[in-house]
């Protein structure tokens, strides 16, 4: 017979750790994608009259050196200015949150468990 057995875990946040995502694009480049988009359908779209394949062109290189220079990896420029905040997986043991009190006053004080105890 084992006196100390080892508790078994389970994993609460299971997205921990993990970068978000909209679709397969980073969930953090979406917005100023966006407006790399819209300020080159302005641009080249309908100030400069180009064609669509051009005005795409340029918001795709736009849109990816924005992603260069801002993205979460250690490789990218700007990255590296930028604190990481440091999560930690951490296991805990469980703890009532409603009825603590009464839990823990009636393990203090044994006269009370089968006063308790009758009257429900």
């Given at each position: 017979?084992?006196?100390?057995p ?18 397969p ?5 979406f ?9 080159s ?7 400069l ?39 930690v ?6 703890r ?8 823990a ?13 009758a009257?429900?």
């Open positions: 017979m084992e006196s100390n080892k508790p078994k875990f389970r994993t609460v946040n299971t997205t921990l750790g993990k970068q978000p995502k909209i679709g694009f980073p969930a953090d480049q917005v100023p994608w966006m407006v790399i988009c819209g300020v359908y302005y641009l080249f779209k309908v100030t009259n180009l064609s669509w394949v051009w005005t795409g062109a340029l918001a795709a290189w736009g849109m990816s050196t924005w992603w260069v220079l801002t993205g979460s990896r250690s490789w990218r420029f700007l990255s590296k200015f930028v604190p990481v905040p440091n999560w997986r951490a296991y805990t043991t469980y009532r949150l409603l009825n603590s009190q009464s839990r006053g009636e393990q203090k004080n044994g006269k009370n468990q089968g006063r308790k105890k009257r429900r």
